[in-house]
């Protein structure tokens, strides 16, 4: 109920906001500290506002005042998903814009042609492209030689789409104001944690992360930047640590994600044994201190070894908020993109 109960207070998205993200149109989006503090504010006042007008059945118009009506994205997917996939192609179809999907069959990325020359093409053809893809590098390859924006929707280094959900989440369920929360982190340093780290400081909060030493450690020249904004803003912090009961001290919300991503099959058994000590229990965010009302986030697909079901099924879990938050972010980092922030 109280996440209902924000979900609406926070609805309301005016002059201010679009005159704001006014200037971010024709943009790509690589990673979240791409938009600046005000441009990821307003991105996520209009998802709010979406959201409030799809909750209230109040989003579809007529075809020919649809907002994106005569546009289309290209999806690129190197690396299947479910979340991105059918909140993009839904949202899509609900602001009138047609996508078509890209899989590593159906076009020819950087094998038998170049990057360079996939991005120019596909630029002729549609509005956005969209790509979600193993190295950081192609995703910058496609946005340098693409004449329209392309959306990250996940790379080896950053996952600005997710960061953008989980702010949204946070802000229904904790706080509206996000300024002073503590975000724990508990398990592999990955894309995912480098832009919610960075969404996380942008937005004021107090980030703790916890992973094995070594390779697992989060990026740091992304903890530099996260850091960097800290000092910039005048809030937020960022602590990292190798023991989880370290890390959960004052948690207000405990993160974790895969420790398996595609393409570590291999590593899988190994992986198991390095992050056996991370799994997210209520013993374990208990013993470390977490506030008495933390809230629990995965970005999906979850393994029971990450996190077991009495978390992950209990009303301290906000996955699934989590993961319908997806539509309403991409839909509005499209309509921004495309200089349609004001058409809702």
Same mark, same amino acid.
């Given at each position: ?14 002059? @201010? ?11 790509? &989006? ?9 441009? *990821? ?15 209230? +059945? ?43 999907? /890209? ?18 093409? %596909? ?18 390859? &496609? ?6 924006? @392309? ?19 946070? $802000? ?20 995912? /944690? +480098?832009?919610?780290? &960075? #969404? ?5 909060? +107090? ?32 602590? %990292? ?25 291999? $590593?899988?058994?190994?992986? /198991? ?16 201190? #977490?506030?008495?009302?933390?809230? =629990? ?13 009495? @978390? =992950? ?9 989590? #993961?319908?938050?997806? *539509? ?6 499209? /309509?921004?993109? %495309? ?6």
């Amino acid at each position: 109920m109280i996440g209902k109960l924000f979900t609406r207070s926070l609805s309301t998205y005016g002059p @201010v906001e679009r005159s704001i993200l006014a200037g971010a149109a024709g943009r790509s &989006l690589l990673r979240i500290d791409d938009y600046s503090v005000k441009e *990821m504010n307003a991105i996520l006042a209009l998802s709010r506002h979406i959201k409030a007008l799809h909750k209230g +059945n109040n989003l579809i118009h007529p075809q020919d005042n649809t907002p994106l009506t005569g546009k289309s994205i290209a999806m690129i997917f190197q690396k299947r998903s479910t979340r991105t996939r059918v909140s993009t192609e839904t949202g899509a179809a609900l602001l009138g814009m047609h996508s078509l999907f /890209l899989g590593m069959e159906d076009v020819q990325l950087g094998v038998n042609e170049s990057l360079r020359d996939t991005a120019i093409v %596909l630029s002729r053809y549609n509005s956005l492209i969209l790509a979600r893809v193993f190295g950081h590098e192609t995703v910058t390859e &496609l946005s340098t030689y693409s004449t329209v924006p @392309v959306i990250n929707a996940l790379s080896n280094s950053h996952h600005p789409l997710q960061a953008l959900a989980d702010i949204m989440t946070l $802000q229904e369920h904790i706080s509206p104001n996000l300024a002073g929360s503590t975000i724990c982190w508990i398990g592999d340093g990955n894309n995912v /944690l +480098n832009d919610l780290m &960075l #969404a996380g400081v942008m937005s004021g909060c +107090n980030i703790r992360v916890a992973t094995p030493p070594g390779i697992h450690e989060p990026n740091k020249q992304v903890v530099e930047s996260a850091m960097n904004i800290c000092k910039n803003e005048g809030k937020g912090s960022v602590n %990292l640590f190798h023991d989880p009961l370290d890390a959960l001290k004052g948690a207000d919300v405990v993160v974790t994600d895969t420790w398996v991503s595609m393409g570590q099959e291999s $590593q899988k058994q190994a992986r /198991l044994k390095t992050f056996s000590t991370y799994k997210v229990t209520n013993d374990l965010v208990t013993r470390g201190g #977490a506030n008495p009302n933390w809230k =629990f986030m995965h970005c999906l697909p979850r393994h029971e070894f990450e996190v077991d079901d009495e @978390v =992950f099924y209990s009303p301290k879990s906000l996955v699934w908020d989590e #993961a319908e938050n997806r *539509m309403y972010t991409v839909m509005a980092v499209m /309509l921004t993109m %495309l200089g349609k922030a004001s058409s809702l």
